[in-house]
């Protein structure tokens, strides 16, 4: 591994806790996790499996300590594992389209949805929390669908323009 690679994956880890910790917690103490976000974007750049592997622990692992949810640890472990490495597959799948911000962006938002229904579901298998999995889904995965979208569509452009300029080596050089 490139030790500019690790600096910047660090880099986006940490800006997507940052955002993590600002955002409060609603429905039942859910939150909008942009810290997907920040993973899906170290996933474009460093398309390979320990890269990922390690975006996948490092912000599961973080967004666990930092969940607001009731037993939300293991479940934000598993749903970030599961959806980093089912996007690196549907992202290396479609490699050429998935450099386009409109492609990439539908990519988040797919993701987004996988990892808020699999956190659900492993929060159901869990946790001994009475979750109502629709009510969750309607009210905290959709909003982070369409928000994570979002802010995809605003920060990746200019992380992507500043790791053009620089000597980095990812998957758009």
């Given amino acids: 591994m490139n030790t ?25 103490g859910m939150k909008i996790d942009f810290m997907l976000t920040m993973m899906f974007i170290g ?3 460093f398309p390979t499996v320990k890269d990922t592997f390690l975006l996948a622990v490092s912000t599961g692992v973080i967004s666990g300590l930092f969940s ?19 996007f690196l597959a549907i992202a290396v799948a479609i490699r050429h389209f998935a450099q386009k911000l409109a492609v990439s962006t539908v990519l988040v938002g797919l993701g987004t949805l996988l990892s ?11 946790t001994e ?3 109502d999995f629709k009510f969750l889904f309607v009210t905290v ?11 995809f569509m605003l920060i990746y452009p200019i992380i992507t323009g500043l ?3 620089s000597n980095f080596k990812t998957s758009l050089t």
């Avoid at 690679?5 to 940490?14: C, E, K, R, S």
């Avoid at 808020?116 to 869990?126: H, I, R």
């Fill in 4 to 28: 500019k690679n690790l600096v910047l994956m660090a880099l986006l880890v940490g800006v997507g806790a940052a955002l993590y910790l600002v955002i409060p917690g609603f429905s039942g």
């Fill in 43 to 45: 996933i474009l750049l």
């Fill in 68 to 86: 607001t949810f009731p037993g939300g640890f293991v479940p934000n472990i598993i749903d970030k594992a599961v959806s980093a490495f089912v």
């Fill in 116 to 126: 808020g229904s699999v956190f659900l579901s492993m929060a159901l298998l869990l």
């Fill in 129 to 131: 929390v009475p979750i």
């Fill in 141 to 151: 995965v959709l909003p982070a669908v369409a928000l994570n979208a979002v802010a």
């Fill in 163 to 165: 790791v053009k300029r």
